[in-house]
């Protein structure tokens, strides 16, 4: 195995870099701060002026849309490989706003490689390009409140076919995305067939927000947090009519599509975790050597070296696998990395919070408090080890490979 970066990978990742110490981190914390108050004050959804700047800023140095596959046909841009942009996404990872700025943010990612893949020409045009140029933002209707998530083939809401329209019922919640005010198109996953296979009863629709029918009921907290100006919404959907072209790969294929995205999307999140386990080490450790109690140095006391260490064989361990599972998707496609990618799916989200932990305990009181980044970075690492598909599921499917060695069926 290679996890090399290719020379293309190798110079986008410096630039990256430079990227994050000369424009991002000068200005992150004016961001949050002044985010803070717009909450207090006034309307924390409408974007600051500094993100704009920043996507400007982005696009001049060429760091735009790096998510895309290496494989993907469309429009120009330049695609790397999972191996590539691991180390790029790694970096996003440390900061809130890197992602956002540089196109790079989900939910759009994983739209826009759905469209790019299975979209038809005229759903790209209408839909993929605006969403690459930046111009606006997108949301991902799946999970539901009242049916177990877990198992999507369970979702109630509706997407039937009437004539040459698609008539969509329901209601979803999770919809990262929505809160934003470009937010102006939605994936919605619904049941189409239910005489079908439990694989090909349901479909994916493109709904415009502006559509009669379509209702954000409410912006959900996560653990006390809005992740403005992004957020995630409750949206309830009621005989809301699109043309049947809005159907994407078909009617029933919403399985198939969901099963056969590619790309960097299956690690963005775990690369990115990595990259915010590094920043709750890197705080950490600065606030074991600056902070003293009992006369000494913090990280003198109660096994703090020893968590220390155990954090940074965490993270790298964690890296290692992450590569592998990169690795196997570039050399053989999805289905040659079923296991590793299940394996990230748990181990990373695990590890970061866990990390994050640490270094929450090391800075007392102050680490549950808006003062320090740390709080929200645990909050992104525990709802992860749920937005992804919980544990239980990438466990289950990891067990039933492993097993399946042996002889074992399901």
Not at 99 to 115: I, Q
Not at 182 to 196: E, R, V
């Amino acid at each position: 195995m290679d996890f090399a970066p290719s020379a293309q990978a190798a110079d986008l990742t410096e630039r990256v870099r430079a990227f994050l110490t000369e424009e991002i981190e000068p200005v992150e914390a004016d961001y949050h701060r002044d985010l803070a108050e717009a909450r207090r004050t006034g309307d924390p959804w409408t974007p600051l002026p500094v993100v704009d700047e920043l996507k400007a800023a982005a696009r001049e140095r060429g760091l735009w849309n790096l998510f895309l596959p290496a494989d993907h046909p469309y429009g120009g841009y330049t695609g790397l490989s999972n191996v590539d942009y691991a180390p790029i996404a790694e970096l996003t990872g440390r900061s809130t706003l890197a992602p956002l700025v540089m196109n790079c943010n989900a939910p759009d990612t994983g739209n826009m490689e759905v469209l790019l893949k299975y979209g038809t020409e005229a759903q790209q045009r209408e839909w993929l390009d605006p969403l690459l140029a930046g111009e606006i933002r997108s949301g991902f209707a799946m999970t539901e409140p009242d049916v177990a998530s877990s198992d999507a083939t369970t979702m109630a809401a509706t997407a039937v076919v009437d004539g040459d329209e698609v008539v969509v019922n329901g209601r979803k919640w999770w919809t990262t995305g929505i809160g934003h005010r470009d937010c102006k198109i939605l994936i919605f996953m619904g049941l189409t067939d239910p005489d079908a296979d439990r694989h090909h009863r349901h479909s994916m629709v493109l709904v415009p927000v502006d559509t009669p029918g379509v209702k954000v009921e409410r912006m959900l907290s996560t653990m006390g947090f809005h992740d403005e100006p992004l957020g995630h919404g409750e949206v309830s959907f009621t005989d809301v009519r699109v043309p049947l072209a809005n159907v994407i790969g078909g009617p029933g294929q919403a399985f198939a599509i969901a099963q056969g995205r590619l790309g960097p999307g299956r690690v963005h999140h775990c690369m990115r975790l990595i990259g915010l386990a590094e920043v709750a080490l890197e705080l950490a450790c600065r606030r074991a050597l600056e902070r003293t109690a009992f006369g000494k140095p913090i990280a003198n006391l109660g096994g703090n070296r020893e968590r220390i260490a155990e954090a940074r064989i965490a993270i790298d361990s964690v890296r290692l696998l992450v590569l592998n599972a990169a690795w196997k998707l570039d050399t053989g496609g999805p289905l040659n990395a079923l296991s590793e990618v299940s394996q990230i799916k748990v181990a990373a989200p695990a590890m970061a919070q866990q990390v994050v932990d640490m270094a929450m305990q090391l800075h007392g009181g102050g680490g549950l408090s808006d003062d320090h980044p740390l709080a929200g970075m645990w909050t992104t690492a525990r709802a992860l080890r749920l937005a992804d598909g919980p544990d239980e599921v990438h466990r289950g499917l990891v067990a039933r490979l492993e097993l399946g060695k042996y002889g074992s069926g399901r």
